[in-house]
């Protein structure tokens, strides 16, 4: 059972249209996905640039060298030592084992596999060696007159989409990267699992790369990272503890753990990480699970804030709440650029609290007399501890259900974030059907009605342990993430045949769910105490981010100091003054599908798209070797193209017309060798002919068999 987006509560509250997007510069990428312009595309092979020599060993150990923490976490020569990157002797040495039939929890080990395979290359993958080699010196010639360097920050993910969120910041001789995020793939790219950030300029700039800096656990802030370390030898990564916890599982489940372990450093408040020129300071604040941090970034040149994923909640329920002292006192010390949060800028008012939804919660299982069963996200940490509490406190046990919610509370228990008294939390096996109902609470995936997540498995009863009752109440307990709306609703319906009650955003005004984005006031509050000299909206489609920067030029920011910059783009910052550079990094995402790698521009998605909607229609051709001519009357294989009622003789019509129309090409091409060419237009020909005739456009494939 596959049911990983639940841990993926990163579109809450983003409701409304579905297209952002400058149409006059950018087609938009559309709702939760992207794809290259036409002109993103790579070189072609053929035309590809030589790539650049790989960088010595040596420079990978400098990379290892050079960075620490400070000044509580410095760490001692030996630990540096030990914290640089396993050779690849020294993993030949290891004997690592690999059994390539082997999974994991659902997943393929080829992450593994292939990381294994291109020891040859150094780790690196094959797409990043598409990439032209990019002159970023010319870019510096605008700022010679000050004799001083810019600061540079170039988001690859996250800023024309929800979700795959991904930001390069350099300055001279050093580059890192905040938040290594997957995007799940949308409708233009049927079949796909994740599409992940380009790294290529950090790929083509690896001696300069000191590493991750991890802002917290959500999967579209870390979830390409066990796709990506491999390709960079498992560089420093700086996390939160609970990001650590999620991130450590997600590289065990891949196979890399072993390899990425020793390179994982843990970071809070207290210890600000230092990596080459950059100086980088943790603030907390508030989002969807505990844990979660925004970063103040100093270089030479500039002082930046990456709020990361937040939200301000006055009734915040986290031991740790978010940090508005020490953002205050970060405003004081100067803020060249901001760049915050734009999911639900839209939305006016301050984000409601969590505090309200878990009353509500509290309300409706005091008030139950059967059976309880509560489908959330499984990140949702802090509202799995109050509904556990109020369990423990209305003399309810809670049932854990789905793979994703067991593995997150446990691994929340483990690392302190969720504490319940021995016996209150158990996972749902058959033992507990001798329960009275009015002492059972389920908490379960399934709130995006996933094929075969929890609460679906139960609602359509093929859940092996659950069944519902007429007495059981069903409550929704997230968003509905737009592009999932749908398969939500046929749970309701399933729900509803079974009798049971559910509660809902459609058919109940009690909040049951909150979403950990800012909205107006937050962002606004935000803005108060940082006091930045300029804006760059982040994390959301062209919309949300505009509103974002509607809101910081009512806050007194200058219009043409709020920066609208997509994937892609750079921003350079010298002194307070910052220029933008528009898309010099020509973007192409990767995208994963089933553990194998590919990039959102292989031909392969318009051909399953056009297969979807059109079918494949196979022409079988037996022609004489010498004359080419046909020898009998062409086969026509239909799949996905034609009705039964009307397959019959369809393909008795086209095969009379690929019969005449082959004959008339063959005579046009008589003398020529170019067999390719002929089958090109025979291909061209017919679907001409089909698309006329029938209005559809099926996959021609002409097949020749010699005789
Ligand atoms: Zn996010
Ligand atoms: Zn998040």
């Keep these: 059972m596959n049911d990983s987006t639940n841990t993926h509560p990163h579109h809450e509250g983003a409701e409304g249209g579905s297209q952002g997007g400058r149409p006059e510069r950018k087609p938009s990428r559309g709702f939760f996905r992207r794809r290259p312009r036409h002109d993103d595309a790579r070189p072609h092979e053929s035309e590809k640039p030589h790539a650049g020599p790989h960088p010595s060993i040596e420079s990978v150990d400098i990379i290892a060298a ?60 094959n797409y990043a060696e598409q990439a ?10 605008f700022w010679e007159g000050t004799g001083k360097k810019p600061t540079r920050i170039m988001p690859i993910g996250g800023l024309e989409e929800v979700g795959g969120n991904s930001m390069i910041i350099e300055y001279d001789q050093d580059i890192f990267v905040v938040d290594c995020g997957v995007l799940f793939g949308g409708d233009d790219l049927p079949g796909v699992d994740f599409i992940l950030p380009d790294l290529s300029y950090v790929q083509e700039n690896r001696d300069r790369f000191r590493g991750f800096v991890i802002t917290h656990g959500h999967l579209d802030h870390i979830g390409a990272l066990p796709h990506l370390l491999p390709a960079f030898d498992f560089p420093p990564i700086y996390a939160p503890k609970l990001a650590i916890g999620l991130m450590k599982k997600h590289l065990e489940e891949a196979g890399l753990l072993k390899f990425a372990e020793k390179n994982i450093i843990e970071y809070d408040e207290f210890t600000p990480i230092k990596m080459g020129s950059f100086r980088i300071e943790g603030f907390r604040v508030d989002h969807s699970l505990p844990d979660c ?19 301000i909640d006055k009734k915040c329920m986290d031991e740790k709440k978010a940090d508005l002292d020490k953002i205050a006192a970060i405003g004081d010390r100067g803020v060249d650029l901001l760049m915050a ?10 984000t409601p609290n969590e505090k309200d939804v878990v009353d509500n919660l509290e309300a409706a299982i005091a008030e139950a007399e059967g059976r309880i069963i509560i489908t959330t996200f499984s990140t949702l940490v802090t509202r799995l501890q109050k509904i556990i509490n109020i369990a423990e406190k209305h003399g309810r046990k809670v049932y854990v259900n789905g793979r994703s919610m067991i593995n997150n509370i446990t691994l929340a228990r483990d690392l302190g974030f969720i504490k319940f008294e021995p016996g209150t939390v158990k996972r749902v096996t058959k033992h507990m059907l001798g329960v009275p109902d009015n002492k059972v609470v389920v908490v379960t995936t399934g709130s995006q009605g996933e094929t075969l997540a929890g609460l679906t498995r139960i609602a359509n009863g093929s859940h092996p342990v659950l069944a519902l009752k007429e007495t059981d109440l069903v409550i929704h307990s997230a968003s509905m993430i737009p592009s999932n709306g749908m398969k939500f609703l046929s749970v309701v319906n399933m729900i509803a045949r079974k009798g049971a009650t559910v509660r809902f955003k459609l058919n109940n005004p009690t909040r049951y769910h909150t979403s950990g984005h800012a909205q107006a006031e937050d962002l606004k509050l935000m803005m108060e105490l940082t006091k930045p000299k300029h804006v760059m909206p982040l994390h959301g489609e062209y919309f949300m981010r505009q509103a974002n920067a509607q809101l910081a030029v009512s806050m007194g920011v200058p219009k043409e100091n709020a920066h609208m910059v997509d994937n892609g783009d750079a921003l350079e910052i010298l002194d307070g003054k910052v220029r933008k550079i528009a898309n010099p990094l020509k973007l192409v995402d990767s995208v994963v599908e089933k553990g194998t790698v590919g990039q ?5 998605f318009q051909e399953r798209l056009t297969m979807h909607e059109n079918g494949v229609l196979v022409v079988l ?16 294989i239909s799949r996905g193209f034609l009705f039964k009622t009307v397959a019959q003789q369809r393909s008795k019509d086209l095969s009379d017309v690929v019969r005449t129309r082959y004959d008339r090409l063959l005579e046009k091409f008589s003398g020529q060798k170019k067999q390719k060419d002929m089958v090109y237009a025979l291909r061209a020909d017919l679907t001409r002919w089909i698309t006329d005739k029938y209005e559809k456009t099926p996959i021609v494939m002409p097949i020749f068999i010699e005789q």
């Design 132 to 141: 032209a080699p990019r002159r970023t010196n010319s870019w510096v010639d």
């Design 341 to 350: 949060d734009s999911t639900n800028a839209l939305l006016p008012g301050w």
């Design 66 to 125: 050079d960075t620490g923490l400070e000044p509580a976490k410095a760490m001692t020569e030996a630990e540096t030592t030990a914290a640089a990157h396993p050779s690849w002797d020294e993993m030949n040495e290891r004997k690592i084992p690999y059994d390539p039939n082997k999974r994991t929890a659902g997943r393929p080990v080829d992450t593994l596999k292939t990381y294994l395979e291109s020891k040859d290359q150094r780790g690196r993958r």
């Design 293 to 311: 941090f925004g970063l103040y970034i100093q270089t030479p040149t500039a002082k930046v804030i990456h709020t990361g994923d937040f939200r």
């Design 600 to 604: 959102v521009n292989d031909p392969v």
């Design 621 to 636: 051709m037996k022609v004489d070797r010498r004359s080419r001519r046909l020898v009998s009357q062409p086969k026509i």
